[in-house]
């Protein structure tokens, strides 16, 4: 059995902010797991406006609290996010995610992440990125 606690895993290498400031997300299971997949519970700060492209993983994200949007950048659609809506990146979708508040979500990776990911050029996770020690 896995047991974390969230205010604990803050606390340590598992907490990851990004270089460019529009987030941070503490990643409490992670591919060494072996799950399969890995758990993330992120923070998108206020006014966070900027484009991802997960070429090599799917993500299913669920929002705990707060506003903003997520616009599909291939057909232009734009979806409200707040707390308990969930969208699915099942088609490597690339897109825009944008806080009118501070966003606090639920994050689920296929395949799993290693760890100390943040966003390449393209917006996307690599898939050999540096493992985070339990």
Partial sequence: MIVRDLA???QSNRRIVSPDG???STRMLLK???MGFSFHMTTIYKGAD???HYQNHL???YCVSGEGEIETLADGKVYP???GT???LDKHDKHVLRAFEELKLACVFNPPLNGKEVHNAEGAYELNADTVSA
Avoid: H, P, Q, R
């Fill in 8 to 10: 604990t895993a803050e």
């Fill in 86 to 88: 969930l969208y699915v």
């Fill in 59 to 61: 993500e299913s994200v």
């Fill in 50 to 52: 900027f484009g991802m």
């Fill in 81 to 83: 996010i707040k707390a």
């Fill in 32 to 34: 060494d797991d072996n």
């Fill in 22 to 24: 529009n987030w941070e």
